[in-house]
């Protein structure tokens, strides 16, 4: 144990140029992987397609059999943000989407004004989760990266590039709403609004260049619709619903009720943590909601998909970092319990039969995630986020 302690302290681990190789080395495995089978991942099919139905006014939400399987989910805004992609052919395309899903998280975990310790452990903590989630092409490790860049942005009292990435996300994939939760935490908060409202127009309107207005007003209410029927559908799928909400209606076995009974004491406790007023003051307890945010965005939402806990595990990792204290044996042994059964599950590391026989079937990919957030919840009711001599922000990696 001594001597593996020793190799994981060598600068080499903790050399940034190591974790950037890294970040690159995963999308082009992915990419040289596919390759070998022959044809891009469907998930890619049905994002370019978004681009070329819009420029073609084609309904985004129904079934093209003969272009690919599934339906598109994502808000008329993503023809615009995967246009520079779809326009190039299509390997070379794929490559540099594979690259982009994960840079946006890299570097805005290298810009979030972190230490560099605690950067170094978010990258590698996170690596295997992004990983999973670029193996299908997913936009979901964009979605995290574009909530901690608005949480950053508003710290740094930028909120007009903090609502500009809340929006990116929220007009792609909705998730991105929650980065309201910052609002609070802002020193501008007139600039906050008229920046949410003006960037609001503005990527609502911007398909309009690639298309028609009445096409994408059309497209919006299509949106809407298509959201509302596959809300229902996932409650029952195998594929969705990897959340809290998932695990309670698998655990009993109940379908036949509203999740509003399980998403309101969500936010419920959620939002007790903004009554210690005191505590905003301090940039660890502003740290903290931010985490919050990330997991109960993947918990309280039956579209969280496997893939979707890029969100959650980053929101994980900032936690335990966060903290103005020494963590204990506890909170290290959540975190390896989240990185073996949330990240490692997927794997072909994990034994199959465990993966399909319990995980998959009872939503178990959430449940480390779901146990983290309730502790820190309970942290943000019960402890003091005041940085001391003794320990700062970040220092807790290394007990």
């Avoid at 001597?3 to 992915?30: C, E, G, N, Q, V």
Wanted: glycine content about 6%.
């Amino acid at each position: 144990m001594y001597k593996i302690k020793a190799l994981l302290r060598h600068p080499f681990f903790s050399d940034y140029r190591t974790l950037l190789a890294l970040w690159l080395l995963m999308p082009l495995f992915i990419l040289l992987k596919t390759y070998v089978h022959g044809v891009p991942d469907n998930t890619y099919d049905i994002f370019r397609y978004v681009y070329e139905h819009t420029v073609r006014q084609l309904p985004l939400y129904g079934e093209y059999p003969g272009e690919y399987t599934d339906e598109n989910h994502y808000g008329p805004f993503f023809s615009v943000f995967v246009a520079p992609f779809a326009v190039l052919p299509l390997w070379v395309g794929y490559g540099l989407w594979l690259v982009a899903m994960t840079m946006v998280l890299y570097l805005a975990v290298r810009t979030s004004g972190f230490s560099r310790r605690r950067q170094v452990f978010i990258l590698w903590f996170c690596a295997v989760e992004m990983l999973n989630c670029i193996f299908q092409a997913q936009f979901n490790g964009v979605i995290a990266g574009l909530l901690l860049i608005s949480y950053a942005m508003v710290e740094r009292e930028r909120d007009e590039w903090a609502t500009l990435a809340m929006l990116v996300g929220t007009f792609i994939k909705l998730y991105g709403i929650v980065g309201l939760a910052f609002f609070f935490f802002s020193r501008h908060k007139v600039r906050f609004v008229l920046s949410f409202l003006g960037w609001s127009a503005v990527l609502f309107c911007l398909p309009m260049l690639l298309s028609s207005p009445q096409y994408v007003v059309e497209q919006y209410a299509g949106w809407y619709e298509s959201l509302t029927v596959k809300n229902q559908l996932n409650i029952v799928s195998w594929d969705q619903n990897i959340s809290l909400l998932g695990i309670v209606r698998r655990w009993t076995g109940n379908t036949s009720y509203s999740d509003l009974w399980v998403i309101v004491p969500g936010l419920l406790l959620f939002a007790l943590g903004y009554f210690r007023v005191s505590q905003w003051r301090h940039v660890a307890f502003r740290e903290t909601v931010a985490a919050s945010v990330m997991m109960f965005v993947t918990l309280f939402s039956t579209g969280t998909e496997s893939y979707g806990h890029i969100i959650s595990m980053l929101g994980v990792a900032i936690w335990y970092t966060a903290a103005p204290w020494t963590r204990t044996r506890w909170d290290v042994a959540l975190m390896v319990f989240a990185f073996v059964l949330t990240s490692m599950s997927p794997s072909d590391l994990f034994p199959a039969y465990l993966r399909k026989t319990y995980v998959i079937p009872y939503s178990l990919k959430a449940l480390p995630i779901a146990l983290v957030w309730l502790k820190l919840c309970y942290e943000m009711l019960t402890k003091d986020y005041a940085a001391t001599r003794e320990t700062l922000p970040g220092q807790s990696v290394a007990s």
